[in-house]
C-alpha cells in the first residue's frame, strides 16, 4: 500500500496551494480519502474527508469555506485546494484512507502517506 502526497511549499499569508494525493495498492474497492495536518509541537489533526463517489465531504471547522477537498476522475486520487492560507495552517499535511465513514478520529484510518511540508508565512 502507497500513498503519495506532494504539492507543498511555501506561500505568503493568503496566497493557495494545492496538494495531491496518490493511491495504490490498496486492499479496498472503495475507499473514505481524508487529510489530516501536524503542527509543530502539536497533535495531528482532521483536515476533511471524501467518499468513494466524490459526492459527500466532511471538514473541520477551522478550515470549512477555504479549503476544498475533491477526487480525481481516477478514484485513486485525492485533491486539497486551500485558499486563504494563514501562518497557522502551516503543518506537515498527511493523506490517509479508510473503508468507510467521513469521521475525524485518526485511529479510524488504515493508511497513512509521509506527509507534505506546508508552510505559510505572514
Known amino acids: 500500500v502507497q500513498l503519495v502526497e506532494s504539492g507543498g511549499g511555501l506561500v505568503q499569508a493568503g496566497g493557495s496551494l494545492r496538494l495531491s494525493c496518490a493511491a495504490s495498492g490498496l486492499p479496498f474497492s472503495s475507499y473514505v480519502m481524508g487529510w489530516f495536518r501536524q503542527a509543530p509541537g502539536k497533535e495531528r489533526m482532521f483536515v476533511g474527508a471524501i467518499s468513494w463517489s466524490g459526492g459527500i465531504t466532511n471538514y473541520a471547522a477551522s478550515v470549512k469555506g477555504r479549503f476544498t477537498i475533491s477526487r480525481g476522475n481516477a478514484k485513486n486520487m485525492v485533491y486539497l485546494q486551500m485558499n486563504s492560507l494563514k501562518p497557522e495552517d502551516t503543518a506537515v499535511y498527511y493523506c490517509?484512507?479508510?473503508?468507510?465513514?467521513?469521521?475525524?478520529?485518526?485511529?479510524?484510518?488504515?493508511?497513512w502517506g509521509q506527509g507534505t511540508q506546508v508552510t505559510v508565512s505572514s
Open positions: 490517509a484512507v479508510r473503508f468507510s465513514g467521513l469521521g475525524a478520529s485518526e485511529a479510524d484510518y488504515d493508511y
